[in-house]
């Protein structure tokens, strides 16, 4: 029981990390109906950053900001740079711009930082009173450090004229623009959110998994596949979504399939869905009166 | 008086399709113009092309003394000017009162907005009552007011309305151009009223402009023009 207990919870851990990813690719679904591909690898491009901040001896929480800042930054950048030339053209074109961006972050990391395992460490210290028998401090400081990162993104779109402007564009282009909004610069603050909300993912995983040119590839596929059970148009399904798939990559890795074969879960839910609830658990059907 | 409004040799057309040629139109400060005309004659364009949006145009277009043909929508706007467009352009996701924030989304004057907000549901008690529900779920008649209320949340010098009476109850209808009237009346606010419902556009506009085929044929002042029975007869079908 107990072990089953630690395999549940320490899976909300790595689901929060798969939310933030789901969330990352909702948000960019929404506004563009694309899925980028690439958001993995610029997660994990973030974490290089924060890494090199941490060996420099930038104070943990400091490097963790700064990272924030400068993929926000990259975010909105690669929008403005390489996603509006094809915003327009045929969806092909703008899956080969992330095909080719999840490329180029891979080998750009690879050139940068060579492509042996780094060890990142945890601000979360081993022996800290929240760790226990079920749940490490680390795993316990991932949750809740996700936690912060949803609320405050659901405070800013909720509560701020911003965020409702960010809505509206995503809804509804057109009249945006007609109420003085300007769309293009909503998208790409967009994409410097989903960058950071990213790079929170990857430096949270990155004690677990290692840090190297490919960490994310995995966490990439249980995200999409979150978003998906939630529902790709639904940030709140697609949250909980990520949590779900964290719990059941745990739980089947640890007692049906086995810890080799748990990627292959992720998969299997993504098609499922995509068969049986195709908006899936939480997409959302609006009904409109004329 | 002086044109608010006024375009001048305002060729319009979307892609290859000219649609407006040589369009001389003007909105005196404080009046009220229609814009008439049958389906597909330039009606909808021509206020696209005001607001720059959706057509290519050349011409000149003057917007209270000032060149507003190459500006972006979005800067139009912030000039004081705000469309109604055709379908009325509702975010459907979003509730009856962000509908309104978002009107009023480039002004930063709170204390103003938050008048607005009273002004508005004064004028129209029943997007009061729904302002927490998803405009989606709105009648047609609501839609219709939530997209004038949001177009007034901007406190705009021109409002530009596309076919505000377009799918409505008659009833309906009047009550709306009754609204419109007060509005006019009250704030000052210029109109340009793009409607095929000749008769209500007529009775409540000063000047009115018929389009076919994307050319002026006919314009002068309202009462003239619908009194004049050959006009009637052959442009405005009753």
Redesign the interface.
Same mark, same amino acid.
């Given at each position: 029981m107990s072990g089953f207990l630690h395999q549940l919870l320490s899976g909300l851990a790595t689901g929060g990390i798969y939310a933030s990813i789901a969330l990352a690719l909702v948000m960019i679904y929404q506004a563009t109906h694309h899925i980028n591909f690439a958001q993995g690898n610029m997660a994990m491009f973030s974490t290089y950053i924060a890494w090199q901040l941490f060996t420099w001896g930038v104070p943990y929480w400091a490097a963790f900001v700064i990272t924030l800042a400068i993929s926000f930054l990259a975010g909105a950048i690669i929008e403005r740079v390489l996603v509006r030339p094809v915003e327009k053209s045929s969806i092909l074109a703008a899956v080969m711009v992330f095909i080719g961006l999840l490329l180029v972050f891979n080998s750009l990391a690879g050139a940068f930082f060579d492509y042996q395992l780094k060890q990142v460490a945890s601000p979360f210290p081993d022996n800290a009173w929240y760790g226990g028998t079920y749940m490490s401090a680390h795993e316990v400081g991932t949750i809740f450090i996700t936690f912060i990162v949803l609320i405050l993104v659901f405070a800013f779109f909720r509560f701020t004229?911003m965020g !409702?402007?960010m #809505?509206?564009a995503a809804?509804?282009p +057109?009249?945006? #623009? !007609?109420?003085?909004? #300007?769309v293009s610069s909503m998208l790409a603050i967009g994409w410097g959110l989903a960058g950071a909300i990213g790079a929170v993912a990857g430096i949270m995983a990155a004690p677990t998994v290692g840090l190297e040119p490919n960490m994310m590839n995995g966490v990439l596929l249980y995200g999409f596949a979150g978003a998906l059970l939630g529902g790709i148009d639904n940030a709140w399904g697609a949250v909980i979504g990520g949590f779900l798939i964290g719990v059941m990559e745990n739980l089947a890795g640890a007692y049906v399939v086995g810890s080799s074969l748990k990627l292959s879960v992720a998969l299997v839910v993504v098609v499922l869905v995509l068969i049986l609830r195709p908006s899936g658990l939480f997409g959302r059907v !609006?009904?409109? #009166? +004329? | 008086m002086t044109a608010l409004l006024q375009t001048l040799a305002l060729d319009a057309a979307y892609g290859p399709t000219h649609v407006l040629h040589g369009v001389d139109l003007e909105v005196e400060e404080g009046g009220i113009t229609t814009l008439l005309g049958a389906n597909g004659a330039g009606k909808t364009t021509a206020l696209r092309a005001i607001c720059n949006m959706m057509v290519k145009m050349r011409g000149e277009i003057r917007f209270a003394g000032t060149r507003i043909d190459s500006l972006a929508t979005e800067d139009i706007v912030r000039l004081g000017v705000a469309h109604v467009p055709d379908g009325r352009g509702t975010f459907v996701n979003l509730t009856v009162e962000e509908n309104l924030r978002l009107g009023a989304y480039t002004r930063r004057d709170r204390a103003g907005v938050a008048q607005d907000f009273e002004r508005i549901y004064g004028y129209f008690p029943r997007l009061k009552e729904r302002r927490r529900q998803q405009a989606g779920t709105l009648s047609g008649g609501e839609q219709q007011m939530l997209a004038i209320s949001r177009a007034l949340m901007l406190r705009p010098k021109l409002l530009l309305l596309d076919e505000p009476s377009f799918g409505l109850a008659p009833l309906i209808v009047q009550e709306i151009f009754r609204i419109l009237r007060a509005i006019n009346q009250r704030e000052r606010v210029s109109m340009l009223l793009v409607e095929q419902n000749a008769n209500i556009a007529l009775e409540l506009a000063d000047h009115a402009y018929l389009l076919e085929t994307g050319t002026v044929v006919i314009k002068g002042p309202a009462a003239t023009i619908s009194a004049d029975e050959s006009v009637r007869r052959a442009y405005l079908g009753y």
């Amino acid at each position: 029981m107990s072990g089953f207990l630690h395999q549940l919870l320490s899976g909300l851990a790595t689901g929060g990390i798969y939310a933030s990813i789901a969330l990352a690719l909702v948000m960019i679904y929404q506004a563009t109906h694309h899925i980028n591909f690439a958001q993995g690898n610029m997660a994990m491009f973030s974490t290089y950053i924060a890494w090199q901040l941490f060996t420099w001896g930038v104070p943990y929480w400091a490097a963790f900001v700064i990272t924030l800042a400068i993929s926000f930054l990259a975010g909105a950048i690669i929008e403005r740079v390489l996603v509006r030339p094809v915003e327009k053209s045929s969806i092909l074109a703008a899956v080969m711009v992330f095909i080719g961006l999840l490329l180029v972050f891979n080998s750009l990391a690879g050139a940068f930082f060579d492509y042996q395992l780094k060890q990142v460490a945890s601000p979360f210290p081993d022996n800290a009173w929240y760790g226990g028998t079920y749940m490490s401090a680390h795993e316990v400081g991932t949750i809740f450090i996700t936690f912060i990162v949803l609320i405050l993104v659901f405070a800013f779109f909720r509560f701020t004229p911003m965020g !409702l402007a960010m #809505r509206a564009a995503a809804q509804n282009p +057109v009249s945006s #623009r !007609l109420v003085g909004v #300007r769309v293009s610069s909503m998208l790409a603050i967009g994409w410097g959110l989903a960058g950071a909300i990213g790079a929170v993912a990857g430096i949270m995983a990155a004690p677990t998994v290692g840090l190297e040119p490919n960490m994310m590839n995995g966490v990439l596929l249980y995200g999409f596949a979150g978003a998906l059970l939630g529902g790709i148009d639904n940030a709140w399904g697609a949250v909980i979504g990520g949590f779900l798939i964290g719990v059941m990559e745990n739980l089947a890795g640890a007692y049906v399939v086995g810890s080799s074969l748990k990627l292959s879960v992720a998969l299997v839910v993504v098609v499922l869905v995509l068969i049986l609830r195709p908006s899936g658990l939480f997409g959302r059907v !609006l009904t409109t #009166r +004329v | 008086m002086t044109a608010l409004l006024q375009t001048l040799a305002l060729d319009a057309a979307y892609g290859p399709t000219h649609v407006l040629h040589g369009v001389d139109l003007e909105v005196e400060e404080g009046g009220i113009t229609t814009l008439l005309g049958a389906n597909g004659a330039g009606k909808t364009t021509a206020l696209r092309a005001i607001c720059n949006m959706m057509v290519k145009m050349r011409g000149e277009i003057r917007f209270a003394g000032t060149r507003i043909d190459s500006l972006a929508t979005e800067d139009i706007v912030r000039l004081g000017v705000a469309h109604v467009p055709d379908g009325r352009g509702t975010f459907v996701n979003l509730t009856v009162e962000e509908n309104l924030r978002l009107g009023a989304y480039t002004r930063r004057d709170r204390a103003g907005v938050a008048q607005d907000f009273e002004r508005i549901y004064g004028y129209f008690p029943r997007l009061k009552e729904r302002r927490r529900q998803q405009a989606g779920t709105l009648s047609g008649g609501e839609q219709q007011m939530l997209a004038i209320s949001r177009a007034l949340m901007l406190r705009p010098k021109l409002l530009l309305l596309d076919e505000p009476s377009f799918g409505l109850a008659p009833l309906i209808v009047q009550e709306i151009f009754r609204i419109l009237r007060a509005i006019n009346q009250r704030e000052r606010v210029s109109m340009l009223l793009v409607e095929q419902n000749a008769n209500i556009a007529l009775e409540l506009a000063d000047h009115a402009y018929l389009l076919e085929t994307g050319t002026v044929v006919i314009k002068g002042p309202a009462a003239t023009i619908s009194a004049d029975e050959s006009v009637r007869r052959a442009y405005l079908g009753y």
